[in-house]
């Protein structure tokens, strides 16, 4: 995925942009540019490398226009390169486009333009569409040629769109991709998203799919694409923006860390109902009655969110007795799943852009079922398409690496259990109970955040160790799944996780010294079991860091490190495990100086295939 920012207006577009592009570089950083009009001149710069490499580009450059877009990349087509860079420009330097999403038939009208005399200065597919609007802007109608344009196009965009000729004009449209816009006084901006938007306005519109906006500094209006009025609603914000700044900590991912108390209260904030031992979700009101009619639930999901969803499976058919199956969402959309009247599918995601996720909604959809989302981000393509939802209220997860938003998808599965649970089979003394234990998870998570730095010391320990296993059973499975994806995306050591009891059918080949292993060893009903598996392992020289239930003493004589975790019920460990496993990557990250909030080849949401 990438970033796009635009702006119109009163003020120098350039530092506006550059800041919006910083806010946005999350999304993709391997290049970056913009471009900007002024002196009827269409100004571009662009660089291989991150924002900052374009800050000092520019940095002796006049550039006092007040219309220009920018971009932040992540690679699909044609490597990092500066040629490669957005913006795009057409044939005449009349033209410029950023553009996320992927242009599907580029080769061929490639060729086509080719044919026509139309040299091409880069590998990548947008710059197809930059020479096809400066191919049909022949009479000045900017609009026209872009609509156009994109008529030609197959596959999926979130573009901006800026002319020299035509300085009072920024286009912004999307099929696909996400696009934002935002209205403020007397000017107007554009975004991939609201972070390059809220540090000027709290007022935005969510550009719906197949919608093009033409922004003025006079007003602006949205059409199709096919060039009919569209309507539109505007919404507020609901965070500022410090929610954008690293707030005193050394990098966001350990900043979103810290912030768990506060994003699981405020998944559960006026849902929880401690007394009733249920839980209210008002995104789902709608479909009530279906939620008490099915007798199937599929969640499908990538990455961390898809951990979240095996912890759901775990809960809902434990508690709820819902038989739950859990996809990737790169297979569900290519397999012929069998969906009835009485499946229910939840799309889980934390930015409600995944290319993949998006797709397995929309084939579930197709196949007549009620899609239902469980969603971070406000307004995103998935919370639009599916017919009901709930809401992390996580605010912006800016670390690639996902943490806040694993643990607040766990607490909505959690409420979610107990609300089609107590339709079912819970009673309403267990629902207290799972109810009241919900209730403690904040306190709890502070206790576990007060140890960082004894974690940080056992991470100095192990930094240099190459390889890890990361181990747990029953509802610690997907923790451990989740440990280990922490510490490959984050520090690039190579980390596997596995069902404790699986270790035995071949990665205990993998142990020695050289090899530590992570084990949560809760005291639950497997804990016998696990501590076997930790046996296991200290007989073939492995060194073992556990995650604990406090006061377990027995453990020290099994680990050679123990990170004890507050007690709780079974079902609710995970919340409170993965914190641990979080801080662990976090410092074996940063000892190691890896980039921890952008990590090589990385990007927060992928919304390409
Ligand atoms: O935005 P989504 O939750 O749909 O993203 C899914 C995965 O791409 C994401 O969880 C990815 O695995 C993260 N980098 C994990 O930290």
Avoid at 251 to 256: P, Q, R, T, V
């Amino acid at each position: 995925m990438c970033g796009i920012v635009g702006y119109i207006g009163e003020r120098k577009a350039v530092p506006i942009l550059i800041e919006g592009l910083s806010a946005l570089e999350y999304r993709g950083y391997d290049s970056a540019g913009l471009a900007m009009v002024g002196d009827e001149q269409l100004h571009v710069h662009k660089v291989k490398g991150k924002v900052d490499a374009l800050r000092e580009r520019i940095k002796s450059e006049r550039l006092d226009g007040t219309v220009g877009i920018a971009h932040t990349r992540w690679a699909t087509h044609g490597g990092p390169s500066e040629p490669n860079a957005h913006p795009h420009t057409d044939h005449g330097n009349a033209i410029a486009v950023v553009h996320n999403g992927i242009i599907e038939n580029y080769a061929a009208i490639k060729e086509r333009l080719k044919r026509n005399g139309v040299s091409f200065k880069s590998e990548t597919d947008t710059e197809v569409l930059a020479q096809l609007i400066g191919k049909y802007y022949t009479d000045g109608d900017l609009v026209k040629a872009v609509t156009k344009a994109l008529s030609d196009i197959e596959g999926t965009f979130g573009i901006a769109v800026i002319a020299r000729d035509n300085p009072d004009l920024l286009i912004g449209a999307r099929r696909g991709s996400p696009l934002v816009v935002g209205i403020g006084e007397d000017e107007y901006l554009l975004g991939s998203d609201t972070s390059a938007i809220v540090a000027h306005t709290d007022k935005v519109i969510y550009l719906k799919d197949g919608h093009l906006a033409t922004l003025t500094r006079n007003g602006y209006s949205t059409l199709t694409l096919d060039n009919r009025p569209a309507s539109h609603k505007v919404h507020t914000l609901e965070y500022g923006a410090e929610a954008l700044a690293k707030g005193g900590f050394d990098h966001f991912m350990l900043k979103e860390i810290f912030e768990q108390p506060e994003t699981i209260q405020n998944a559960m904030r006026g849902r929880l109902l401690t007394e009733e031992g249920t839980a209210r979700l008002d995104g789902l009101n709608l479909v009530m009655t279906e939620l008490r009619r099915i007798n199937r639930i599929i969640f499908v999901a990538c990455g961390t969110s898809w951990h979240a969803a095996l912890c759901g499976e775990y809960l809902m058919e434990d508690l709820a007795g819902i038989p739950v199956e859990v996809e990737y969402a790169s297979e569900f959309r290519y397999r012929n799943p069998i969906i009835d009247s009485k499946t229910l599918v939840f799309v889980i995601s934390q930015s409600g852009e995944t290319a993949d996720t998006l797709a397995a909604l929309r084939e579930a959809a197709h196949k007549g079922a009620t899609v239902l989302g469980i969603c971070n981000v406000v307004g995103s393509s998935i919370a639009r398409e599916t017919h009901g939802g709930v809401y992390l209220h996580a605010g912006p997860e800016i670390g690639v690496a996902s943490t806040k938003a694993f643990t607040s998808q766990l607490t909505v599965l959690s409420l979610l259990t107990l609300l089609m649970g107590r339709m079912r089979r819970i009673s309403h003394d267990d629902g207290m109970a799972i109810a009241k234990g919900l209730d403690r998870i904040p306190s709890q998570v502070r206790k576990i955040l007060k140890q960082n730095d004894y974690i940080a010391e056992i991470a100095a320990i192990y930094s240099r160790h190459n390889n890890f296993l990361y181990l747990g059973r029953s509802y610690n499975y997907p923790v451990a799944l989740e440990g280990a994806l922490k510490l490959k995306e984050i520090s690039y050591v190579h980390a596997e996780g596995y069902p404790a009891a699986e270790m035995k059918h071949g990665p205990i080949a993998l142990i020695d010294t050289n090899m530590p292993s992570v084990v949560v060893a809760l005291k639950d009903s497997v804990y016998e079991k696990v501590i076997s598996n930790m046996e296991e392992i200290r007989a073939r020289s492995g060194k073992i860091i556990a995650i604990a239930t406090e006061g377990d003493k027995t453990i020290q004589k099994h680990a050679d490190h123990v990170v004890y975790i507050p007690k709780t019920l079974p079902v609710l460990t995970p919340l409170l495990a993965v914190i641990p496993l979080q801080l662990l990557a976090y410092h074996i990250a940063a000892i190691r100086k890896c980039e921890i909030d952008q990590p090589r080849n990385l990007a927060k949401s992928v919304t390409v295939e």
